[in-house]
């Protein structure tokens, strides 16, 4: 297994990790005060732990899975833009940029799109 491979792999379960934690930390957020935008953090929690589990599951098939690197980066970075925007936008008032969220939304369903297209790609090795 190549270096990069290993650290692209850890990266991912890592990222997985603060996505998990980001998902707990806001749901209970929502549910302790949360005040009339809760549904804000609880959109954005559902977001990490759904994403969470994603990304560990394409980590155990790194070595299989054509596309697996690239299907994490773009879940990572979409739900990071989407879960993101939405905190923001709760704690703020206002979110990151303008079209974070959508531009998240497209992210996360392309890294989608790129689970389903490296299935049908005969597997590494």
Avoid: N, Y
Wanted: hydrophobic letters at 60%; proline letters at 4%.
């Amino acid at each position: 297994m190549a270096i990069t491979e290993f650290d692209s792999r850890r990266t991912a379960v890592f990222l997985a990790g603060l996505m998990g934690l980001a998902g707990v930390a806001s749901a209970a957020a929502a549910a302790h005060g949360g005040g009339q935008d809760a549904h804000l953090l609880q959109a954005a929690s559902a977001l990490c732990l759904a994403h969470a589990p994603a990304l560990i599951a394409l980590a155990a098939l790194w070595d299989r899975l054509r596309m697996a690197a690239i299907a994490s980066l773009l879940m990572a970075a979409g739900t990071a833009l989407f879960a993101g925007d939405m905190t923001v936008r709760h704690v703020a008032g206002h979110g990151l940029f303008p079209m974070a969220a959508p531009t998240g939304g497209f992210a996360i369903m392309a890294g989608w799109l790129a689970v389903s297209l490296g299935a049908l790609l005969p597997p590494k090795g």
